[in-house]
């Protein structure tokens, strides 16, 4: 069976005024104090971010108790440096981001100008096991209209510098000015898909393979894909629906181009579209059929990927999960509708932060 693990971002607040805090060297250090071997937590761009990353995991119920665990953990750890931890995908807040001061990093703000200032954002990453490079490419062709459904179930950023943009995952459109983000066109081997990330280096626009910000990528490091369309999401069992998903999508790809089943030719500018689309509305309006790319109801879109991936969640025992959860997240609505409840009730953005803090741990 395929692993799966994940990365979340988690945003570093303050517990009583919800503003954000340049906190993570100080989670970091005293993460190394407690395990010195520890490779859970890590900075990333701006000091009011964490990153935690799980262990690859064949189970779902083993993968959800580690990211409950993580965030724990990740709590307790900013508890002690005076903050909190929030699974939100963009601050709600006025913010001003606080850029950790690595050689990578003054690169990439010397490079990017203004839009690194706007990477204040926090995703999720899952990383699904394949056996080969030819193996991971053919699935990323076979992914690329699927991924706006995951984005739309993941949504979780209605949020920026202290106003309701009127999307539902407004990480992604930041997200999109990077200018090696965003769905690629159709690979066709190995060989083609490695040539242009050569090619995109030999640019000198990107430094170095981590700065190619494929919608979905070989990884770098392991012998994975890694699928990076999701917003943190608020709730854990969230992630773990997502993981679940991800790799019933890995899977049925893998499935579908050894059966020698071509991958849909869709374009990149429907592709956009389809993104576009998932990030304005999540799963409050129509989405973009992946087989059509023609507007349809959110609830009929996350039915037919169920639909497309029943054979592989049934193999991974994962097809009750999927329904139970699902079921759920439509009933209850996606973090950025949650988060948009919060702010109806209460009328303060603080307070929306407070109770997301609360939400994050489960």
């Not at 990480?171 to 060989?191: D, I, K, N, V």
Request: net charge negative; proline share 5%.
């Amino acid at each position: 069976m395929r692993t799966v693990g994940v990365e979340e971002e988690l945003l570093l607040v303050d517990p009583d005024s919800g503003e954000p805090k340049a906190l993570s060297a100080a989670v970091v250090t005293r993460a190394v104090h407690d395990d010195p071997g520890q490779e859970v937590f890590q900075t990333e761009l701006f000091g009011q971010m964490i990153e935690l990353a799980t262990h690859p995991h064949t189970g779902m119920a083993e993968l959800g108790a580690e990211i409950v665990r993580s965030r724990k953990e990740a709590a307790r750890l900013a508890g002690e440096a005076g903050g909190a931890v929030a699974a939100l995908a963009t601050c709600p807040l006025p913010v001003t981001g606080s850029l950790i001061q690595q050689e990578r990093y003054r690169w990439m703000a010397g490079q990017f100008g203004i839009g690194t200032q706007d990477q204040l954002v926090c995703g999720c990453h899952a990383h699904v096991s394949v056996a080969s490079d030819e193996e991971g490419v053919a699935v990323l062709d076979r992914l690329r209209p699927w991924l706006p459904v995951l984005r739309a179930l993941s949504a979780n950023s209605p949020f920026w510098q202290g106003r309701d943009t009127g999307y539902a995952s407004f990480r992604s459109r930041l997200w999109a000015r990077c200018p090696s983000a965003g769905p690629t066109e159709l690979f066709g081997s190995a060989g083609r898909y490695h040539a242009q990330v050569s090619d995109m280096l030999a640019s000198g626009v990107v430094l170095d393979k981590g700065m190619v910000y494929f919608d979905a990528r070989l990884s770098a490091k392991y012998p994975t894909v890694e699928i990076r369309v999701a917003d943190v999401c608020l709730r854990a069992e969230t992630t773990v629906l997502v993981a679940a998903l991800t790799r019933a999508l890995v899977e049925t790809a893998a499935r579908d181009w050894r059966a020698g089943r071509p991958a849909a030719g869709h374009s990149v500018s429907l592709l956009r579209l389809a993104a576009w689309r998932a990030a304005r509305f999540g799963l409050d309006g129509d989405l973009l059929d992946p087989a059509t790319m023609r507007p349809r109801p959110a609830p009929e879109v996350v039915r037919a990927l169920l639909e497309h991936t029943r054979e592989a969640l049934a193999d991974s025992g994962d097809a009750a999960l999927a329904e139970e959860a699902l079921a759920g997240l439509l009933r209850r609505g996606t973090g950025a509708r949650e988060q948009l409840g919060m702010l109806d009730r209460t009328g303060s953005l603080g307070a929306v932060v407070a109770e997301c803090v609360r939400h994050t741990q489960g």
